[in-house]
């Protein structure tokens, strides 16, 4: 396993450490995901941010790394709920998972119509698919320093993919994704892998020229998974960015 999945997200707030877990609940055919909590939840049900696996992943190895752990916590302190779940099929079981949270949530004392989806690196082609099937209760998703679409006989995704191991979009095209649910693209400028950020730059000009929701922004000399390994006061600010979007989609 790379070193970037012993790291955690650079940023922390108060709260972080007493964050409850409800782990290894049931969903879907023999599969389990963790639910974190906010520490002091609000009255009303909450919002919820899922994130996003490119990966197949039935052991639940990815969802247990600190990369993934420490959003989520960092994330619940800040007032939202988020799932981590295993998945053995990442497009197919991504649908079945927010199926499962629009009927399960009430009783998870989840808000079943204000998801988000978060996502980063090679599982942002599978958050771009769940987007175009336009699923009841997404609200937005964040995208972090990701592969994005081919098209016009571009195949650094499919190229990525195959040497990588995570699931592309399929035939997903921008014209496919809806037209009313923001999308917060944070890139990494000094991103080096390969093919990654012409793929995003390329994604981000075509959603500008469908006036897409987009809002982008660039880390000024960053490198990949820079919320991970970049402590400097901008890329920090990415990473609240994000926390931010995210609360302001989906809290108000």
């Known amino acids: 396993m790379s070193d970037l999945f012993s790291k955690s997200v650079t940023l922390t ?11 290894a609940l049931p969903w879907g055919d023999g599969l389990t995901l ?18 996003v696996a490119g990966y197949p992943d039935p052991g639940g190895m990815l969802r247990g790394a600190p990369p993934y752990t420490s959003w989520a916590r960092l994330l619940a302190a800040s007032g939202l709920a988020v799932v981590l779940a295993d998945n053995r099929a990442p497009r ?13 949530g009430p009783e ?11 996502a980063a ?29 081919d098209g016009d006989g ?30 917060l693209i944070t890139r ?25 929701p987009v809002t982008v922004v660039n880390v000024p000399g960053a490198p990949h998974a820079f919320d991970l390994v970049d402590d400097r006061p901008t890329a920090r600010a990415a990473v609240d960015g994000i926390v931010v979007f995210l609360r302001g989609q989906l809290v108000g």
Do not use: K, Q
Not at 34 to 51: C, G, K, R, S, T
Not at 156 to 168: D, I, P, Q, Y
Not at 188 to 212: C, E, I
């Open 121 to 149: 690196s090679g599982n942002v082609p599978v958050a771009l698919a769940a987007l175009a099937r336009r699923p009841a209760g997404v609200r937005c998703a964040a995208l972090s320093y990701g592969y994005a679409l």
């Open 188 to 212: 990494a400028g000094a991103d080096v892998t390969p093919g990654l950020n012409a793929s995003l730059d390329r994604f981000v000009v075509g959603a500008f020229a469908r006036d897409l």
């Open 108 to 118: 998870l004392g989840l808000a079943p119509d204000r998801i988000g989806l978060w």
């Open 92 to 104: 197919a079981d991504l649908a079945t998972l927010l199926a499962h949270l629009r009927a399960a």
């Open 34 to 51: 963790d639910l974190y909590l906010p520490p002091e939840p609000p009255p009303a049900p909450i919002p919820v941010v899922v994130f």
């Open 154 to 183: 571009a195949e650094e995704v499919a190229t990525a993919a195959a040497r990588f191991g995570f699931v592309t979009a399929g035939e997903v095209t921008l014209d496919d994704l809806p037209g009313d649910v923001p999308l």
């Open 13 to 23: 707030v108060p709260g972080m450490d007493g964050v409850p877990v409800r782990s």
